[in-house]
């Protein structure tokens, strides 16, 4: 078993989308970690004590992927383990109330987690943070955060699909 800040990966897969290749890691319950196979912050250190099989979380989670990239909403999420910090947890459920086709910025982000919270304020670059973090991405829509100015930034899987992502919910809205 790979243990990672908390993530007990005992099962992987691969999926292969239309933006490049995505590997899952599980618990064997439920999704842990969702990486684009180039993205910044994906674990290349996964030793080889996971074991390669189709569980039923991951045939969940190829559902919800030819789901989406046909173009059309997912009406489910897969069972996830989202491990991190309090705040983390916080942000990363925030992230999952984003609609489809929507965004919201990384400001709006760190006022509604001071909210709940209950704290006067927080810093967008805090929210920013653990929004890079993400460790379930795609399904937790982090790619739907942008810049105070609309700008698309800091998408640990690359801005060019960040762009494609948006288009493509962009377009099944219309």
Sequence with gaps: ???????????????????????????????????????KYVP??????????????FAEADRWFDIYFSGRIPDF??????????????IWELLLDIPYGHTMTYGKIAALAAQQMGIEKMSAQAAGGAVGHNPVSLIVPCHRVIGADGSLTGYAGGIDRKRKLLELETKTML
């Design 1 to 39: 078993m790979w243990k990672r800040n908390g993530m007990h990966i005992q099962y992987k897969s691969h999926y292969e989308s239309p933006i490049g290749g995505i590997t899952l890691g599980s618990d064997g319950t439920a999704l842990c970690g969702v990486w684009f196979d180039d993205q």
């Design 44 to 57: 290349a250190d996964l030793p080889g004590t996971y074991t390669e099989q189709r569980i039923p979380v």
């Design 77 to 90: 999420t897969p069972q996830l383990h989202l491990e991190g910090s309090p705040f983390r947890k916080i």
